[in-house]
């Protein structure tokens, strides 16, 4: 009987340390997935407060809209460092602001970040806050919060399979991923479940819980369409339960592993009108 | 006997297991509430329907709303857009693609003394940025004013509407590999400093309207040919202005005029710079990760005047005075660290021979000095991670040896200005205060801004200013009774 016990319990310990050793590798796979070295893009954020019409939730007022050119390049020996520009197209009243980033893997590393006014015509550098605490702000005030934008690193959280189903007709796993004590700190969540593609290694749906373990946002990823050989979810739905407001973000337009000049990604683009449009012009003609 | 004892179990577990899995794929059961389900975002139309039937998050949902796919709207919309591409007008493609239009209309009201209309005035503003070639931009920035009856300046002018435009900017800029030449009336800006003017002394500013017009609406291009340069050891910056503009200042009889006694006794003659009084200077600036560091150098014309007693006309037997716009020489810095949640900047001038106003009432003697002087600005920005940010500046003029005989001039000027800005409403109201305090005068002021993006594109601003002032002897004395109200409607398009 001894025997048969400790075989038993020998098997779910392997299972499970198995288990969560494949949860991390399928992260890995979904984190090092390949995602384009550049992407250039034109970016639709749509925002509402929604309410339930029936069956289906339905924008209670007008949406706010932001379109924006984006244009990133990766850098670094794993393509985790990114640097990106972003000009706002729309609305007519934020038409010319530009944003220069800098992320970079490094643990440390705080994100550099340059806003370009141009009613005001200077370059300024922007705090992006305190690492060691969550970050409240939004995303050009859409339900993106900036965590929600940020690339995940694998060491951050631990991670288990919660079991498998089909989702959108798609096998999946449903992953559970929790961050470590130093990633903690500095979140707005407390868990992450994921429903990542058996096949494809992206996910399609992840469920985000508050510091209070409290159910907080879904987003969905939608449209997903191989672009220049790669995987890319052309639009995704994020959905606030708190704040009951949602935000569409479309890929409208994009190109991926096109060739980015350095000097784009500087501030030489914020500032050198004719060098920023003439590029652009000639980015935007790869666009899809 | 022992194994038959525990097959059993063990097929029951492998069955327990089987049906667990079996059933996570009729019904989620790691999402209990699944059942959202959304109308399409109906003005993005550039995914087409099609993609909903092969790849939707919400195909299994019946979450795709066919009706609001090709609703009327969306079908305005891709009329719109493909006339737009269909169009070969160049300027109804560009010209009009690359314009903002802004309609604004504003008032104000005086709150110290009996409430009263100070401003109130509609606008529109245009705004042209577009790529004429690959190698052209033009950017143009006009404004075009109608002030009604009650308007201070309608009033200083005694009409029943007063219309005035302004031109702030008008440019051709052309581009090259490693620079780019720009001619044209052009506004620059200089410094990391939001209130005390340290080195930021290239483009004029409109002060008709007192500390009421915000910074980035006060300046005014000027004509200009400039180029930058861009290379691996950072980025200069380098102007030749032939004929510098000079502050706008208040126009007499209007809100903010400074009354002088006596002044109709006086002839007062502007000597402003002309073709033959040419302003120049070079800025370099480079950034090293979490540093910006810019050093600049110029020689130029003051934006203000000096008053200069001439001689005396003879023929209308009054003293004629001349306000004249002196040259110096500036060398300055300006830099910027950022760290964590906080940002720390300095920024600092020498201006060599700057021109101070003189009034020396016994001898009559009204001109000015020249002195050496240094300014200096810090300043802390701190970003509360979204939740509210907070900034300080305390900047201070240093003026060497005698002052006696300097009006509206303390040996040291200090002043401290701070702001606390949040925003509320997922980031479509935005509240701001601001608090000025000057040190040596203790004059100060408090202002309370309001701005709300009631849609995109239609904006509200509303602000109340009070003032709170001490010494007698100041400039600003004279501002005393000016707490406003004032409230701005924008439309952009």
């Known amino acids: ?288 | 006997m022992n194994n038959l004892f525990f097959y059993p179990i063990i097929v029951f577990l492998l069955i327990t297991l089987i049906a667990f899995s079996a059933s996570t794929h009729a019904q989620s059961i790691f999402d209990s509430d699944d059942d959202l389900i959304f109308e399409p975002d109906e003005n993005s139309h550039v995914l087409s329907d099609e993609r909903f039937d092969t790849d939707s998050a919400f195909d299994d949902d019946a979450i795709i709303d066919d009706d609001a796919v090709f609703s009327d709207e969306v079908l305005f919309q891709e009329e719109r857009q493909t006339k737009n591409e269909h169009a070969d007008s160049w300027y109804h493609n560009q010209i009009l693609k690359d314009s903002r239009f802004t309609l604004g209309y504003d008032f104000s009201n005086n709150l110290a003394l009996k409430p009263s209309f100070v401003t109130h005035d509609t606008y529109l503003r245009s705004e042209i940025q577009t790529l004429l070639t690959d190698k052209l931009f033009f950017q143009f920035d006009g404004r075009t004013n109608l002030l009604f009856d009650n308007d201070h300046r309608t009033q200083a002018h005694n009409k029943s509407i007063f219309i005035n435009s302004n031109l702030r900017e008008l440019f051709f800029q052309m581009g090259f590999d490693q620079f780019n030449i720009t001619v044209g009336r052009q506004i620059v800006v200089w410094g990391k400093a939001d209130t005390q003017i340290i080195t930021d002394v290239v483009s004029l500013r409109d002060n008709s309207d007192f500390i009421f017009i915000k910074l980035e609406d006060s300046r005014f291009g000027q004509l200009m040919l400039s180029s930058d340069i861009y290379t691996q050891w950072g980025n200069l910056f380098i102007f030749v202005s032939p004929k510098p503009l000079t502050d706008n200042e208040p126009d007499q009889d209007t809100q903010y005029y400074i009354e002088i006694p006596g002044l109709d006794q006086i002839i007062i003659i502007d000597d402003k710079p002309t073709y033959a009084d040419t302003e120049f200077g070079i800025r370099w600036k480079k950034n090293w990760d979490k540093i910006d560091l810019s050093l600049m150098a110029g020689y130029f014309f003051d934006n203000t005047s000096i008053y200069h007693f001439s001689r005396i006309d003879l023929v209308q037997r009054k003293p004629i005075i001349e306000k004249i716009y002196h040259p110096y020489e500036m060398i300055g810095m300006a830099a910027s660290y950022v760290s964590g949640a906080y940002l720390f900047k300095i920024e600092t001038a020498y201006k060599n021979r700057l021109s101070l106003q003189k009034v020396d009432a016994v001898n009559f003697d009204i001109g000015a000095i020249e002195k050496n002087i240094v300014d200096i600005g810090l300043g802390i920005e701190y970003n509360a991670n979204g939740r509210y940010q907070i900034s300080g500046e305390i900047s201070n003029r240093f003026i060497p040896g005698a002052t006696n005989h300097l009006i509206f001039t303390n040996k040291d000027s200090t002043s401290i200005y701070t702001t606390f800005t949040k925003d509320f409403l997922n980031d479509t109201l935005m509240l701001e205060y601001i608090f000025f305090y000057h040190v040596q005068e203790q004059n100060n002021f408090h202002q309370f801004r309001l701005t709300h993006d009631i849609t995109d594109n239609f904006q509200m601003i509303s602000s109340c200013t009070f003032f709170s002032m001490k010494d007698k002897e100041s400039l600003l004395w004279f501002y005393r009774n000016e707490d406003r109200l004032s409230v701005t409607f924008q439309y952009y398009f």
């Open chain 1, 1 to 288: 009987m001894k025997k048969y016990l400790s075989t038993i319990i020998l098997s779910l310990f392997i299972i499970s340390s198995s288990n969560a050793q494949d949860a991390k590798d399928i992260m890995r796979k979904v984190i090092d997935r390949n995602d384009g070295t550049t992407e250039i893009s034109r970016v639709r954020l749509s925002t509402c407060r929604v309410i339930k019409n029936g069956q289906k939730y339905v924008c209670a007022d007008t949406p706010r809209v932001k379109v924006l050119d984006m244009v990133r390049k990766d850098y670094g020996p794993n393509e985790k460092d990114h640097k990106s520009v972003s000009i706002i197209i729309e609305p007519a009243s934020e038409k010319g602001i530009g944003f220069l980033q800098y992320d970079y893997e490094k643990r440390d590393q705080d994100t550099d970040q340059w806003l370009y006014l141009s009613a005001l015509g200077k370059v300024k550098r922007i705090v992006s806050g305190n690492e060691n605490e969550p970050k409240t702000g939004s995303f050009f005030g859409t339900e993106f919060s900036y965590e929600d934008m940020e690339s995940i690193r694998l060491e951050d959280y631990s991670y288990k399979i919660l079991g498998s189903e089909t989702y959108r007709k798609h096998a999946c796993w449903v992953i559970e991923s929790i961050p470590e004590k130093k990633r903690a700190r500095k979140s707005n969540y407390s868990k992450i479940m994921d429903w990542i593609d058996k096949k494809r290694y992206i996910a399609h749906k992840s469920i985000l819980f508050n510091r209070q373990g409290k159910k907080v946002k879904k987003i969905y990823n939608n449209h997903i369409e191989i672009i220049d050989n790669i995987l890319v979810a052309r639009k995704i739905l994020v959905f606030n339960l708190e704040t009951k407001r949602r935000t569409y973000l479309t890929y409208e337009k994009i190109a991926l592993n096109k060739e980015v000049q350095d000097i784009f990604l500087t501030q030489r683009t914020l500032t050198d009108s004719v060098f920023r449009e003439s590029t652009l012009k000639k980015y935007q003609s790869y666009l899809k």
